[in-house]
């Protein structure tokens, strides 16, 4: 709720100061000394002293929690707070992104990540930007379908998305020629795959035979190198490290994640399940990368070696959507709208609302009494 709304209306909390002062209430008690005869004092009146004491705490909760209520739902639907905005979509080229940011004048707006279905979530949410304000959508245009209507704003929208690259998991041309033995393989009959592999060394035999195998399905069209970080020549990354972390920096069109050290990487959490040639799959967008992680990482026997090796050939034609959303601009074509229209959370507050005054009533009431 904070982060939805306009952040001055929280100013007011200081508010809760007077119900508090309220329930501070002053009493008075007499100090009084026992003395044997009082004939030979001089008159003087009775000392007093102040006492202050909470009471009826339940009414002075009720009261804060309603102030409280009171400030949110102001803050949830009265003040748009929300300026010149980037939407990013953590799995576009970061140069890129930056190149159309730049070019689109949005240097120093704010910057918040893309959220699912981006063109309906900003219809719905289109209430928190101020009237002036001007968006941006910097996305791979896989991830915003063309919607059947052209949507309309009440503010300008700009998108600008790009095809992201194929990036080769296996080959996709015909199997050359076998290469005779003793001879070195052409540089235009076998193609050079970078494989980044951290594993312990119980499984690390297991993986090395895996790509062995691969390259002798491929007929020698295909080979797998093995290096020790990656390059800009990485195709995969294999991490099968129990209890440890990749480093920061390090990038990868897809990784592939044992499922034993899937641990460390808590975007799996949001995975999405797919089965293919009887593999079953569970992959998610990064900012690193693609990651997939399967029970059949590593293949335990041949059959499911041959099978993973099958499941990929298929994923790596898989196209992007036919009907991907172009780059264009939106201009404001509809009035602002009011801002409590819609305002899911603002409703629920005033209900919130409603029902605090009334239970504040009603031991008012009872205190009374």
Not at 53 to 80: E, S, Y
């Amino acid at each position: 709720m904070i982060l939805s709304s306009y952040p001055w209306w929280w100013l007011a909390l200081p508010l809760l100061l007077l119900p508090v002062w309220w329930h501070r209430q002053k009493r008075q008690r007499l100090k009084a000394e026992p003395l044997a005869t009082a004939r030979f004092l001089p008159p003087a009146a009775p000392e007093q002293l102040r006492v202050w004491q909470w009471r009826d705490k339940l009414l002075l909760l009720v009261r804060c929690l309603l102030l409280v209520t009171l400030i949110a739902w102001l803050a949830a639907t009265i003040f748009p707070w929300r300026g010149d905005t980037v939407m990013i979509d953590a799995g576009a080229d970061k140069t890129w992104a930056e190149q159309q940011i730049a070019a689109a004048g949005f240097n120093t707006s704010a910057r918040i990540d893309l959220p699912p279905n981006p063109l309906a979530w900003l219809r719905a949410n289109e209430r928190n930007w101020r009237p002036t304000a001007r968006l941006l959508i910097v996305a791979r245009a896989d991830q915003i379908a063309m919607p059947a209507r052209v949507p309309q704003f009440s503010h300008q929208l700009e998108l600008r998305t790009a095809n992201a690259p194929v990036i080769p998991v296996a080959p996709s041309t015909p199997a050359a020629r076998v290469t005779p033995p003793g001879a070195p393989a052409s540089p235009q009959t076998a193609t050079t795959h970078h494989i980044v592999l951290t594993a312990p060394a119980a499984r690390l035999p297991a993986w090395q035979s895996l790509f062995a195998a691969f390259d002798v399905a491929g007929n020698a069209a295909t080979r797998h190198q093995f290096t020790a970080e990656p390059d800009a020549g990485t195709t995969l990354i294999v991490w099968d490290t129990p209890a440890t972390s990749p480093a920061a920096n390090w990038r990868g069109p897809h990784w592939w994640i044992a499922p034993a050290a899937a641990a460390g990487f808590t975007e799996l959490a949001s995975a999405t399940k797919l089965t293919i040639n009887g593999i079953q799959l569970r992959y998610v967008d990064s900012p690193r990368g693609r990651l997939w992680t399967s029970d059949a990482f590593p293949p335990r026997d041949a059959d499911t070696a041959r099978a993973l090796y099958e499941a990929w050939q298929l994923l790596s034609a898989a196209p992007a959507p036919a009907y991907a959303t172009p780059s264009q601009t939106f201009s404001a074509a509809r009035s602002a709208l009011p801002a409590i229209t819609n305002a899911k959370s603002a409703y629920w507050l005033a209900l919130a609302l409603l029902a605090l005054f009334i239970l504040e009533r009603t031991l008012t009431h009872a205190r009374r009494n």
